[in-house]
């Protein structure tokens, strides 16, 4: 597990992703930004941009390998590198609740959500894209700030992210775009290393 620790680099990419996380949700807290957009300019807020640090943090360590290690612990690695998502966004959840209740944020309460759903479509685009799929939860919020919002500057339903913390169906939809990001990760992780054996 030490190998795989280091390989990873996790105790430099994870702690300083949710450090940096933490300092945006306390600073952004109900903060507005003006924004363009397609259907003219809106306030959106800047809370929209804090989980981005959480998926670079997480795209560091998942792509930092060590294939030789690798290969003689192939399973091992795969559920690890799950372990480590979940406990990575998991901690983000808890930081996003917490932050939302201390400082009576609804921003704030919902950014563990989003950060947890940014992961999913990031781990979604990961076997068809590799490290690059770093971009898709970058373009997804540019996206939902561009595009996001109705004439009436109301969120979009697909748009999710501006939803707030208790919203069932953004957390539904979340929940399900995690797991599918994580098992099309595990499974594309697992054949890679299978196919490196061999």
């Known amino acids: 597990m030490l190998w795989w ?14 450090a940096v996380f933490t300092l945006l949700v306390w600073t952004f807290r109900e903060l507005l930004v003006g924004m363009p957009s397609f259907t003219g ?6 809370m929209l941009f804090a989980p981005l640090p959480v998926c670079v943090a997480l795209m560091l360590t998942l792509a930092s390998r060590l294939p030789e290690a690798e290969m003689s612990a192939l399973r091992n690695v795969v559920v690890r590198d799950v372990l480590l998502v979940g406990g990575t966004v998991m901690v983000a959840l808890v930081i996003g609740f917490t932050s939302g209740w201390v ?50 500057r109301q969120p979009r339903p697909w748009a999710i992210l501006p939803e ?8 539904a939809v979340t929940v399900v775009v995690l797991a599918a990001g994580t098992t099309a990760f595990s499974i594309d992780r697992s054949r890679r290393l299978r196919k490196e054996v061999g």
Do not use: C, Q, W
């Open 5 to 18: 620790f280091k390989a990873r680099r996790i105790h430099l990419y994870v702690p300083a992703g949710l």
């Open 41 to 46: 300019g809106t306030e959106v807020l800047l």
């Open 103 to 152: 400082l009576d944020s609804p921003a704030a309460a919902a950014v563990g959500r989003n950060s947890a759903l940014l992961t999913g479509l990031m781990l979604l685009a990961f076997p068809l894209i590799g490290a690059r799929a770093l971009m898709v939860p970058v373009a997804f919020v540019l996206l939902v700030v561009m595009e996001g919002y109705n004439a009436a």
């Open 164 to 171: 707030s913390g208790d919203h069932v169906p953004a957390f």
